[in-house]
């Protein structure tokens, strides 16, 4: 009898096995099907509590490969990811641990729904590309995407399939330390390198195991925190919303990216992890995205704090209604969604749309087909800092550079002959030009300025530190402790200048300077290097001076007395080689700003794509009712789109026609110098007189173009309504008929102008 009952349930497991893999429309394994139907019959067969757990993401929080967890915080989360109750971990990383953890989730788990694994891959993984700002300085849209291609290679061979970048936030406040991970001041030039990032990042298809999933973030506004400092509160009006800060995250879902991180700031009183606005309305809604969206780290329960929810349970209800699909490490969800499910505050439907666009991307990644498929050890050890890799680095590194002055033309540096002092601990630091934001980076991994410069053997280098720009050992968490006093080597590096032909100074931010939670209210060179540079001016005036920096300096003391100035940024792991290169001409600089470089930081937020007051312009002599500091001229030291050369571009013949209702735009621009160069053309227009005003001038088009010397080429833009119209106050695209003006050259201080008028 007992071997008749047990061959009955053998039977019936049988039976109900085969049934189930023959009811295609509930078979979420089957690949025949849609993305969709798959992700509809999986989730038909979760629970309340299966799905919030996919809507839950986790800090890696113990060694994988170690001891299990048996108490505490730790043990939780580790039954919660057994459970299932767990849709991503990020900061797990490296094949063998990503490979644990998602071995419990798939192997242990009831339903087996594989994890995303998640970490900031901003610039780079273990191999470091310049910072983002320095990127966008490139303007070279194809190598900014070969960057992100190469970091996701990286990164996915170490096991990671999502990184939280590309930041798309328009800024226009360098006192942010956040500019680094940027594009800077100009929402169309953040536009086009977003998606250059976006498709750098996911590939065409992100089942691919070289391809990861990108996040566009933060939404929405906290570029704008006021006073430049970090995670503090955002007021704008709906004109900037909608014209600046909004465009590059539209171009975000235009690209294709799958997903979306809300920001700490509140908008409109709202703090955005609540912001039904921008997430259901605007988003979801009006823009028809299909991806998720995840809180930033603790963004949930900060809403607390901004006043906004009365507690964790109540701040749980407030996000997911408001369309915030994952809980990144406030544990709201997890805790309380259950309950407020139960007691009707949030309905099934809500969690199911959230849990829905989550699965449907780990479908789109096929992490069903092979949740190991980013678990290689041998692809891991092959591609981990490749000479593929190294060479793009080095590659944008010296595309990123900007040539700011070379009044007395010492740059390019002679190669034999010459006597050269280095200057300032930057120059030997191997660590500081790694930039912020380089988690799975070692220390000491970047080749520094004095081991670039050895790579050449003509000339005899001297060096000297000078003075330290950090006290200790800075790490990504701690406050960085500037040298105020120790000024003890600047006799030495004294000594070192008198007897230099070029005195090469290489001064500037510590790379932990910038970044999350970097504010700063002086912006000149930290501690005693300012002072360390006057003091070797005195000695010899033939001085280059090397900036390292995350973000926009107040270089007026440098600009005015310094002959030669080049904007370097840090650079990562190839920092030195490129630097170098650049020095000795062996690479013309062709970088151009992203940002505008203030005269002072009371000038700040300064941007070029400002709007004319009432009174733009002096009225009278000695009369001050105008719009103008007492103490200081309205304009940037170096504006958005400066850079120079070790050539000269001449602009002639701006022509413009109308064809099938677009603009058509020629321009001629000749190389009249001796050397080959690169010149990113750029085109502005004004409205000049519209229903919502218009800045004095708008990027609209640019082109990066190589000329030999001598050489000239004609250069064709169009412009269409996409261009030429704005958004009114209610966020409704228009396009208004009226005169414009339009200007063409090598920065936003244009060369060339005419006007034009659509009917």
């Known amino acids: 009898m007992k071997k008749i009952i047990i061959s009955i349930c053998i039977l019936a497991s049988l039976v109900a096995v085969f049934s189930f893999s023959n009811d295609e429309e509930n078979n979420y394994m089957d690949t025949n099907l849609s993305v969709d139907k798959r992700t509809e019959a999986l989730l038909s067969k979760m629970t309340l509590e299966e799905k919030i757990g996919q809507m839950n993401q986790y800090n890696g929080f113990w060694n994988v490969t170690g001891p299990t967890p048996i108490q505490g915080d730790a043990a ?35 339903l087996g729904i594989p994890l995303i694994i998640g970490f900031d891959v901003i610039h780079g993984y273990k191999t470091l590309s310049p910072i983002p700002l320095a990127e966008a300085a490139s303007w070279d849209l194809e190598a900014i995407k070969k960057s992100s291609e190469m970091a996701a290679l990286e990164a996915s061979a170490a096991g990671i399939n999502w990184t939280f970048a590309p930041m798309v936030d328009v800024s226009r406040d360098a006192r942010w330390g956040r500019v680094m991970e940027g594009a800077g001041e100009d929402p169309y030039l953040g536009s086009k390198i977003a998606k250059a990032r976006i498709v750098g990042f996911q590939g065409t298809d992100l089942s691919k195991e070289n391809t990861i999933l990108a996040t566009a973030k933060h939404f929405a506004g906290y570029g704008f925190a006021e006073s430049g400092r970090d995670y503090n509160t955002v007021d704008v009006g709906t004109s900037t919303l909608h014209n600046i800060i909004l465009p590059p995250f539209k171009a975000s879902v235009d690209a294709g990216v799958r ?41 949930l329960v900060e809403m607390i704090a901004h006043g906004h929810a009365k507690d964790l349970k109540h701040a749980a209800e407030i996000a997911a209604n408001a369309g915030s699909d994952m809980d990144m490490e406030s544990n709201a969800y997890v805790h309380h969604l259950a309950s407020l499910v139960k007691e009707g505050k949030v309905k099934e439907s809500v969690v199911d749309d959230a849990v829905r666009r989550i699965l449907k991307v780990k479908f789109e990644l096929g992490l069903f087909e092979d949740p190991y498929r980013y678990c290689d050890e041998q692809r891991e050890q092959n591609i981990m800092g490749s000479k593929e890799i190294l ?213 700040l937020p300064l941007y070029y794509n400002y709007k004319n007051t009432g009174r733009p312009t002096l009225p009278g002599k000695d009369v001050v009712f105008w719009s103008h500091f007492q103490d200081e ?70 082109e990066l173009i190589e000329l030999a010397a001598g050489e000239e080429k004609i250069i064709e833009f169009v412009l269409t309504d996409k261009e030429l119209g704005f958004y009114d106050n209610n966020g409704v695209f228009i396009v208004e008929p009226g005169e414009f003006k339009l200007f063409v050259g090598g920065s936003s201080k244009t060369v060339i102008e005419t006007s034009f008028e659509i009917q």
């Open 391 to 603: 060479d793009a680095s080095l590659d944008l590194a010296k595309k990123s550079i900007v040539l700011l002055k070379n009044e007395k033309h010492l740059l390019p540096l002679k190669k034999q002959g010459q006597n050269i002092a280095v200057i300032g601990a930057l120059a030997n630091d191997k660590t500081s030009p790694l930039g912020s934001w380089r988690i799975a980076a070692k220390d000491n991994s970047a080749v520094s300025v004095l081991e670039g410069l050895s790579t050449y053997n003509g000339n005899k280098i001297m060096y000297a530190k000078g003075a330290d720009v950090a006290l200790g050992t800075p790490n990504f968490i701690t406050e960085v402790k500037i040298n105020q006093t120790d000024k003890s080597e600047f006799e030495n590096a004294k000594q070192v200048a008198k007897n230099a032909d070029v005195v090469v100074m290489v001064l500037g931010e510590h790379g932990f300077q910038s970044g999350e939670g970097r504010s700063r209210v002086d912006l000149g060179l930290p501690g005693v290097q300012q002072e360390l540079l006057e003091e070797i001016h005195k000695i010899n005036k033939n001085i280059v001076l090397v900036l390292n920096n995350g973000r926009p300096l107040t270089l007026g003391w440098a600009d005015a007395h310094i002959p030669t100035i080049l904007e370097c940024w840090q650079l990562g792991t190839q920092s030195g080689l490129a630097i170098a290169q650049v020095l000795y001409g062996d690479y013309n600089p062709s970088g151009k700003l992203p940002m505008s470089f203030p005269r002072h930081v009371g000038q």
């Open 259 to 299: 997903t979306f991180m809300n920001s700490f700031n509140e908008l409109n009183g709202i703090p955005a992890t609540g912001n039904s606005y921008l997430q259901r309305d605007l988003l979801k809604g009006e823009w028809e995205f299909d991806g998720f969206v995840i809180s930033d780290w603790g963004s």
């Open 76 to 110: 939780k989360k580790y039954k919660d990811l057994r459970k299932g109750f767990v849709g991503s971990m990020l900061n797990v990383r490296g094949v063998k641990e990503v490979r644990a953890v998602q071995k419990i989730a798939v192997e242990e788990s009831r």
């Open 633 to 702: 001229q309205n304009s940037a030291l170096y504006p958005f789109g400066h850079g120079l050369s070790y050539t000269q571009f001449e602009y002639e013949n701006l022509k413009v026609s109308h064809k099938n209702k677009e603009v058509h735009v020629k321009v001629e621009v000749k190389n009249i110098g001796d050397v080959k160069g690169k010149e990113v053309v750029q085109l502005y227009t004004r409205d000049l007189v519209a229903s919502v005003t218009r800045p004095v001038k708008e990027l609209k088009g640019f």
